[in-house]
């Protein structure tokens, strides 16, 4: 049930029960004063003619005094006036209308009034007036009036206060149903929209409800409230794109050191095909060589250039600063492409590099670049760690697992993507700052300290999480956890 419906009915329902309470008292006091008057002009009349009747008893006896109650009865209609004896109920005439065991009083001499419902239905009031005429036997007036008309007035004064009840009920039903509508109703049901509409986000078109009680009260609040939102809002969303801003500009940094850790490995990768065409391009130039041998050198110059182009782009693309760009990638090449660049930074540390998981499908929705930046990061502080060489295993596994307490996403499959190494291991002081930005225990020139900490964003922004696992002196293993289905992100192609 609505509010102002409510209210409404709680008005007229007090409404009605006023008056009904207020009728029924007016009813039941009146009855109680017309009955005292109804007595009071019994006994009234009954004193007056108690004297006359004695006398004429006693002055020429009974029968004549009762021929005087006779014409008193002729002219009194309502009051119906007759000599009783009050020791006999045998008698029809002369016995009273009240059973003779309720006349007590009247016989002790008392003058007694008493109600009695009559063989036709109605009601009378009896007074008796005791006169003593005789000694041996009580005998008294008895004035009988009917309540008839009482009843009938009684019946009226209930029927009015009914009819005056309906018709205020209606009279205020007809004025407090369109007021509680229009004062509480509707300034509600505007309340309830705004607020539905506050939940689901839009905290646009203010409510702006006339006057200056309560409910105007509350809108006004709730507009207040939605403003200060709306404005924290703005804040927040500033602030999280400045964030993003620094976050991008890091990355972009931690790309350029990667990219210079590269160049080494670049430099080893394109020497091979740059020795191989520089000595193919030199037999050409001899002119030695003969047609068919000058088309092969030429495919093999072509092959090679395609190769060193395929290799530079890859740096261009790893340095260049994007824009996430996931699309199905198969985790084993990424790793294979990092390991092949790794490996002769590797190689001058004195480090071997292996890598296990060779029969499993690793694909997932993924951002390639960011990945290799990811396992760029892990190897080479893998190798690092040991500053005497030793070994690196990198391992792709698929797992039932579940995201630590902390990181979004669900129980499920995931790609794990792991790098253990022999090296020196992390304190356990040193285990809860690895994900700090600037968290370095390097030389200063070798580390930035924003190597892990961009590694845990991007890998986070993939809805997986870095699982960190050392001992002092023994060694590391980062497993990087990704998921193999990846909900809510935009495929491009
Ligand atoms: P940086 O390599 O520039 O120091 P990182 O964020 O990549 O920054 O690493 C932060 C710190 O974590 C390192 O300085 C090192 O102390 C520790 N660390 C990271 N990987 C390893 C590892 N495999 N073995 C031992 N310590 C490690």
Same mark, same amino acid.
């Given at each position: 049930?609505?509010?102002?419906?409510?209210?409404? &009915?709680?008005?007229?329902?007090?409404?009605?029960?006023?008056?009904?309470?207020?009728?029924?008292?007016?009813?039941?006091?009146?009855?109680?004063?017309?009955?005292?008057?109804?007595?009071?002009?019994?006994?009234?009349?009954?004193?007056?003619?108690?004297?006359? =009747?004695?006398?004429?008893?006693?002055?020429?006896?009974?029968?004549?005094?009762? *021929?005087?109650?006779?014409?008193?009865?002729?002219?009194?209609?309502?009051?119906?006036?007759?000599? =009783?004896?009050?020791?006999?109920?045998?008698?029809?005439?002369?016995?009273?209308?009240?059973?003779?065991?309720?006349?007590?009083?009247?016989?002790?001499?008392?003058?007694? +009034?008493?109600?009695?419902?009559?063989?036709?239905?109605?009601?009378?009031?009896?007074?008796?007036?005791?006169?003593?005429?005789?000694?041996?036997?009580?005998?008294?007036?008895?004035?009988?009036?009917?309540?008839?008309?009482?009843?009938?007035?009684?019946?009226?004064?209930?029927?009015?206060?009914?009819?005056?009840?309906?018709?205020?009920?209606?009279?205020? #039903?007809?004025?407090?149903?369109?007021?509680?509508?229009?004062?509480? @109703?509707?300034?509600?049901?505007?309340?309830?929209?705004?607020?539905? *509409?506050?939940?689901?986000?839009?905290?646009?078109?203010?409510?702006?409800?006339? @006057?200056?009680?309560?409910?105007?009260?509350?809108? %006004?609040?709730?507009? !207040?409230?939605?403003?200060?939102?709306?404005?924290?809002?703005? *804040?927040?969303?500033?602030?999280?794109?400045?964030?993003?801003?620094?976050?991008?500009?890091?990355?972009?940094?931690?790309?350029?050191?990667?990219?210079?850790?590269?160049?080494?490995?670049?430099?080893?990768?394109?020497?091979?095909?740059?020795?191989?065409?520089?000595?193919?391009?030199?037999?050409?130039?001899?002119?030695?060589?003969?047609?068919?041998?000058? !088309?092969? +050198?030429?495919?093999?110059?072509?092959?090679?250039?395609?190769?060193?182009? %395929?290799?530079?782009? *890859?740096?261009?693309?790893?340095?260049?600063? &994007?824009?996430?760009?996931?699309?199905?990638?198969?985790?084993?090449? =990424?790793?294979?492409?990092?390991?092949?660049?790794?490996?002769?930074?590797?190689?001058?540390?004195?480090?071997?590099?292996?890598?296990?998981?060779?029969?499993?499908?690793?694909?997932?929705?993924?951002?390639?670049?960011?990945?290799?930046? =990811?396992?760029?990061?892990?190897?080479?502080?893998?190798?690092?760690?040991?500053?005497?060489? @030793?070994?690196?295993?990198?391992?792709?596994?698929?797992?039932?697992?579940?995201?630590?307490?902390?990181?979004?996403?669900?129980? #499920?499959?995931?790609?794990?993507?792991?790098?253990?190494?022999?090296?020196?291991?992390?304190?356990?002081?040193?285990?809860?700052?690895?994900?700090?930005?600037?968290?370095?225990?390097?030389?200063?020139?070798?580390?930035? #300290?924003?190597?892990?900490?961009?590694?845990?964003?991007? !890998?986070?922004?993939?809805?997986?999480?870095?699982?960190? %696992?050392?001992?002092?002196?023994?060694?590391?293993?980062?497993?990087?956890?990704?998921?193999?289905?990846?909900? @809510?992100?935009?495929?491009?192609?």
């Amino acid at each position: 049930m609505k509010l102002a419906a409510k209210l409404v &009915s709680g008005l007229l329902l007090g409404i009605v029960l006023l008056l009904g309470v207020d009728g029924y008292f007016s009813i039941q006091r009146e009855t109680e004063l017309y009955e005292t008057n109804m007595e009071h002009d019994a006994l009234l009349l009954g004193r007056a003619m108690r004297g006359l =009747v004695a006398d004429s008893w006693r002055a020429d006896g009974g029968v004549r005094a009762k *021929q005087l109650i006779e014409d008193a009865n002729h002219e009194e209609h309502e009051v119906h006036i007759r000599w =009783v004896w009050l020791d006999t109920s045998s008698d029809s005439d002369l016995s009273p209308q009240v059973p003779l065991e309720k006349l007590g009083p009247a016989v002790r001499g008392e003058e007694t +009034s008493l109600k009695a419902r009559e063989q036709d239905g109605d009601e009378y009031l009896h007074t008796y007036i005791p006169i003593a005429v005789d000694e041996k036997r009580p005998g008294a007036l008895e004035l009988s009036e009917s309540l008839s008309e009482l009843a009938q007035y009684s019946r009226h004064s209930l029927i009015s206060t009914l009819v005056l009840m309906g018709v205020l009920l209606l009279g205020s #039903g007809l004025l407090v149903v369109p007021l509680g509508i229009r004062l509480v @109703g509707r300034p509600l049901h505007r309340l309830v929209e705004k607020t539905r *509409q506050v939940g689901k986000g839009d905290l646009s078109r203010p409510l702006h409800l006339r @006057g200056h009680d309560e409910i105007a009260e509350v809108a %006004a609040a709730l507009n !207040v409230m939605c403003e200060q939102l709306a404005e924290s809002q703005e *804040q927040i969303r500033a602030e999280a794109t400045a964030r993003i801003a620094v976050l991008e500009q890091l990355r972009h940094a931690d790309r350029l050191k990667t990219v210079g850790r590269l160049a080494s490995g670049m430099a080893h990768e394109l020497g091979t095909p740059l020795n191989v065409v520089s000595a193919r391009g030199a037999l050409i130039a001899e002119g030695t060589l003969s047609d068919a041998e000058i !088309v092969e +050198s030429g495919n093999i110059i072509k092959a090679q250039s395609e190769r060193i182009t %395929a290799i530079v782009r *890859q740096l261009l693309d790893f340095a260049r600063r &994007s824009v996430p760009h996931r699309v199905p990638v198969d985790l084993r090449q =990424v790793a294979e492409q990092t390991i092949r660049l790794l490996t002769s930074f590797a190689k001058k540390r004195k480090v071997k590099m292996s890598l296990a998981g060779d029969d499993i499908d690793a694909t997932t929705e993924a951002d390639a670049g960011q990945i290799q930046q =990811v396992l760029t990061n892990l190897i080479v502080n893998a190798i690092q760690a040991m500053p005497e060489g @030793g070994k690196v295993e990198v391992a792709i596994r698929r797992e039932h697992a579940c995201p630590p307490e902390g990181h979004d996403g669900s129980e #499920g499959e995931y790609v794990c993507l792991s790098v253990r190494d022999e090296g020196v291991g992390i304190s356990e002081e040193n285990m809860r700052l690895l994900f700090e930005p600037f968290f370095t225990t390097k030389d200063i020139g070798k580390g930035t #300290g924003l190597g892990l900490s961009i590694a845990y964003g991007i !890998v986070g922004e993939h809805g997986g999480w870095i699982d960190v %696992a050392s001992e002092p002196e023994e060694g590391s293993c980062f497993s990087v956890y990704l998921p193999q289905e990846v909900d @809510g992100c935009t495929k491009e192609s």
